[in-house]
């Protein structure tokens, strides 16, 4: 088992990264209070509820509440139903939220409980590769509005992450996959080291070898919380984990939702701005080759499908309000390892996009 700890304004919590977690009640108990409402979702309660309710069986009280699995159910509906169940079971101040899933269950359980008696304690057990890499760390809560992914939400810091990566063994090939573009973006945005090491464990990835997943996990934890202990509210450093994202939202968008999973559209927008960068000359010519082999490698897309059309994924782009003119903001490459933060001129985002 590894920890990290993640400094945050109001002060620190522990990210654990290991096996046998769930079952580990010497782990995790220690961060619970009050009564306890287990929050998972149908998939993953089927595997896993038992696991984790079977630690909290004795003195403690406890419910759990088991909500209909996807996305289309992270709305305010959901997080009423979680909040009807902490009234119902007389939570008090000192309760806390337990999120059992993927990032679906960390933004619906983790925004109750910043919501609920305006803010318990949520315990995140993040059971997909994105939650453990990504949404269980930082502290961004929320839910979906009709208009829009993620409209309404607060930053509520857990008291704890639980990340049992034996969890990660039952995930669906395409979910999994989609998580790797996840590490694959702390490797390009920060760590040219890390990034030779996938490379040189791609295909033990692919197999979800225990050892390197634990270190993929691990090294992908430190990262996010070095970020977000030096930037907790997004507005500097934070920015660059969007690498990829400004164009994998469109191309998210244009496809309804449907055709990717965020990690595959992300996958294929990193490749995107890392070409961009050469063309700037920002990166060095021939460097973004090594991204796109390394997530064919883990069977990722990196180019654009012939019916995808460019200049409708251009206009999305340009609806990010902090775009100005006839230029985009986005996340450049200036060398694998190391990413900044600039305005790019239209034109050249077209050419590569009816280059990809
Ligand atoms: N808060 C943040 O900082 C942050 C960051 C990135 C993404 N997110 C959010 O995360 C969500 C996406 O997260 P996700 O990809 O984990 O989606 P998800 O929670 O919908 O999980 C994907 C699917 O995998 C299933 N599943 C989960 N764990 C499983 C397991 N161990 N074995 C088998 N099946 C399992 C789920 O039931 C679901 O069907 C989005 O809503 C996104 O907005 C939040």
Redesign the pocket.
């Known amino acids: 088992m590894k920890v990290t700890e993640v400094s945050h304004a109001g002060g620190r919590y522990p990210v654990y990264v290991g096996q046998g977690l769930l079952g580990m009640d010497s782990v995790w108990q220690r961060h619970l209070d009050g009564r306890v409402l287990v929050v998972s979702?149908e998939?993953?309660a089927g595997?896993?509820l038992d696991r984790v309710t079977a630690s909290l069986e004795g003195e403690r009280r406890w419910r759990s509440l088991v909500l209909p699995?996807?996305?289309e159910q992270?709305t305010v509906t959901s997080w009423q139903r979680i909040i009807d169940e902490l009234v119902a079971m007389r939570a008090q101040r000192d309760a806390t939220v337990v999120a059992l899933?993927?990032?679906?269950?960390?933004?619906l359980a983790g925004f109750a409980a910043a919501s609920y008696m305006r803010g318990i304690r949520v315990v995140q057990m993040p059971?997909?590769l994105?939650?453990q890499v990504?949404?269980a760390v930082?502290g961004?809560?929320g839910v979906n509005h009709p208009d829009g992914?993620?409209l309404i939400g607060a930053f509520h810091q857990p008291a704890a992450v639980i990340a049992d990566i034996d969890?990660?063994g039952?995930?669906?090939d395409r979910?999994y996959r989609?998580g790797l573009a996840e590490v694959v973006k702390y490797g390009a945005i920060r760590d040219e080291r890390f990034l030779s090491w996938l490379e040189s464990r791609a295909d033990a990835l692919n197999a979800r070898m225990p050892a390197d997943l634990l270190e993929a996990v691990h090294a992908s934890v430190t990262h996010k919380a070095e970020i977000v202990a030096a930037d907790e509210r997004e507005s500097g450093q934070r920015a660059l984990l969007n690498f990829g994202h400004t164009f994998g939202h469109a191309l998210e968008t244009i496809t309804d939702y449907r055709r990717y999973r965020?990690g595959e559209a992300v996958a294929v927008g990193m490749v995107v701005a890392a070409r961009l960068s050469e063309l700037l000359g920002r990166l060095r010519v021939g460097h973004s080759e090594r991204l796109v082999h390394l997530l064919e490698r883990m069977n990722l897309p990196v180019s654009l499908p012939g019916d995808i059309d460019r200049e409708r994924l251009l206009s999305l782009m340009r609806l990010d309000k902090k775009n100005r003119g006839d230029r985009i903001r986005l996340i450049l490459l200036e060398a694998i390892g190391q990413a900044t933060i600039d305005t790019c001129p239209t034109d050249d985002i077209r050419e590569i996009l009816n280059r990809s």
């Open positions: 979702d998939t993953v595997l896993y699995a996807g996305e992270k899933g993927g990032g679906v269950i960390g933004d059971t997909t994105l939650a990504d949404a930082g961004k809560t992914k993620n969890t990660l039952s995930l669906d979910d989609a965020h």
